[in-house]
Structure formats: structure tokens, C-alpha cells
């Protein structure tokens, strides 16, 4: 079954640091996200992105952030520079539709941890 | 952020009984309701979704209640099997954005 591929499932920075978080969907779908749980709390939409530009993003997701797709396969997330308050799981998901009843397909996420 | 909530953290179930969770929201606009199911270290999976405009939607021992008016949706799950005990989340879409609600973890016991 297709899925949706992160990478690192860990990153450790220091704090002021800039973090790229990657990710690769599955390769028909159209529709990209980055969602983040802080430990122990609700997970959170960041963005969505659909034809290479933003289509929604939430008041998380301020200048510090950032996102990409620079080759047709990989979507990434970056954070310019890092806060120890940006700790938290990392989620990219993909959908085939904008339309909600497919659902999202998330990929493992990738932990990262600011010192 | 608080359109989408679940008020319960947890529920814990008899191996074959029912299985209740509930999730409130307070925006109007959605257009879809999800259910998402998650594992420890694994990102959420997709279960279940129902459209605003219908009440029930069913997929093998998984169904999904809407209510509108009251704001209110609930997965059922008949029977509850081991294998389920996992954090649920309830998810509303409107446009291009997904919001969660703070799960609830489903214990089922043997």
C-alpha cells in the first residue's frame, strides 16, 4: 500500500538553528500538509499546499516557517530558526482530493527536539 | 483553537461490547467529519468520514453518527476488538485545512 515517507524520524538542533523536515507523498496525490502534536497535546494543521503554492495556513505557521516542493516528489518543512517551544512530532500527510471524505494519508512524522 | 473537541481522554471497553466515542464542534462550515485512528510512533490513520449533508455512514464494525443540530458526531465500533485500543481523533474539514480534536485513547480489554 502506498504511503507517505518522512525523514528524519528524529532531529535533535539547538535552538536558533534551521531545521528542514522532509517528506515525500504518494505520487498521485495532489494535496500536501504539515500537521505537529506537541507531547501530550492535540495535533495541529500548519499548512496545506496544492500547485506548488500555499492554500491555507494556520496562525502557527508564521515567518518562521516555510515550505517547498522543489522537485516533484519531495515537500518539505522549514523552520528558519528554531525555538525550544518548536519541539514536537511532525506530521506530513497527503490527499488525492481537496474534498474531505478521502481523508488524509500521514506519514510516521518526524520528532524533533530543540535544546 | 477549539472547533473540534473530544471531552473525553479516555474510555476503556470489554472485548465485544460497544464502543462509543464522541467529538463536539462549534463551526458551522464543515463540510466533512473524520475519524482517525493512532498508534504510538505512527502517524494517524484514516477510518471513517461522513459528508455534512447525510447522518450516518457505516463501514464494517465502524459507524459514524451526525447529528447537526446538536453539533455533535460519534464512531461507533461493534465489537470492540484488542486490536482497536488505540488514541482516536475526531476531524472536521472545511476548504483546504483539517482540525483535530484532542483524542480520545480507547482501551479494550480481553
Known sequence: ?115 | DQQVKQNSPSLSVQEGRISILNCDYTNSMFDYFLWYKKYPAEGPTFLISISSIKDKNEDGRFTVFLNKSAKHLSLHIVPSQPGDSAVYFCAASARRDMRFGAGTRLTVKP
Open chain 1, 1 to 115: 500500500e502506498p504511503e507517505v515517507t518522512q525523514t528524519p524520524s528524529h532531529q535533535v538542533t539547538q535552538m536558533g538553528q534551521e531545521v528542514i523536515l522532509r517528506c515525500v507523498p504518494i505520487s498521485n496525490h495532489l494535496y500536501f500538509y504539515w500537521y505537529r502534536q506537541i507531547l501530550g497535546q492535540k495535533v495541529e494543521f500548519l499548512v496545506s499546499f496544492y500547485n506548488n503554492e500555499i492554500s491555507e495556513k494556520s496562525e502557527i505557521f508564521d515567518d518562521q516557517f516555510s515550505v517547498e516542493r522543489p522537485d516533484g516528489s519531495n515537500f518539505t518543512l522549514k523552520i528558519r530558526s528554531t525555538k525550544l517551544e518548536d519541539s514536537a512530532m511532525y506530521f506530513c500527510a497527503s490527499s488525492v482530493s481537496s474534498e474531505g471524505s478521502y481523508g488524509y494519508t500521514f506519514g510516521s512524522g518526524t520528532r524533533l527536539t530543540v535544546v
